[in-house]
């Protein structure tokens, strides 16, 4: 069984520009995350879906934040515009469902300058 | 209320020691304790977990020991391999995950 996906590995952006992460789940996984990951801190949760509706995104900074999940698969994480302080990792992880194990992908690092 | 507190920031034991980490929280409506461990680059990965029912769990080298009253569980890392050196992390649940600030562990040979 193939893992959570995620694109880029790595990215590197100037400042006041926009950025997108793609995350493909574990085929039959309807539940959907975005954590964020600081340097020496633990995951923080960005947006949760189930299938395509964001039932939790009430910690998405939604001024330059926002996500989608067209079609209850792929998602999509954008950053317009990206600030210093959004230097950082971002997983996506995937469940079969809201209490089960979440499965993580290994997460874009992204560096603004 | 939303915080679990782990200690110790970082760690060192010797191949075949016993590696001890904790966490303490304050919210008791968290009703699953989860430990996940990650290598550099990669995501975490789910280790071990347990509910508030039981007070102990064990899997191979693995074991959580859970304290409802005290409100802390800890992971105790038996016979502790270099293999094991990586950053763990705790977590505490009721609705979504909320995660520790990991302990950083490394096994010397």
């Known amino acids: 069984e193939a893992g959570v996906v995620q694109s880029p590995r790595y990215k590197i952006i100037e400042k006041k520009q926009p950025v997108a992460f793609w995350c493909n789940p574990i085929s039959g996984h309807n539940t959907l995350y975005w954590y964020l990951q600081n340097l020496g801190q633990g995951p923080e949760l960005l947006i949760r879906?189930?299938?395509?509706?964001?039932?939790?995104d009430s910690q998405l900074p939604k001024d330059r934040f926002s996500a989608e999940r067209l079609k209850g698969v792929d998602s999509t994480l954008k950053i317009q515009p990206a600030e210093l302080g959004d230097s950082a990792v971002y997983l996506c992880?995937?469940?079969?469902?809201?209490?089960?194990?979440?499965?993580f992908g290994p997460g874009t690092r992204l560096t603004v300058l | 209320q939303q915080q679990v507190k782990q200690s110790p920031q970082s760690l060192i034991v010797q191949k075949g020691g016993i590696s001890i980490i904790n966490c303490a929280y304050e919210n008791t409506a968290f009703d699953y304790f989860p430990w996940y461990q990650q290598f550099p680059g990669k995501g975490p990965a789910l280790l071990i977990a347990?509910?508030?029912?039981?007070s102990e769990k064990k899997e191979g080298r693995f074991t959580i020991s859970f304290n409802k009253s005290a409100k802390q569980f800890s992971l105790h890392i038996m016979d502790s391999q270099p293999g094991d050196s990586a950053t763990y992390f705790c977590a505490a649940s009721y609705n979504k995950l909320i995660f520790g600030a990991g302990t950083r562990l490394a096994v010397h040979p």
């Open positions: 879906y189930e299938n395509e509706e964001a039932v939790d």
């Open positions: 992880a995937s469940a079969r469902g809201e209490y089960n194990e979440q499965f």
């Open positions: 347990i509910r508030p029912d039981v």
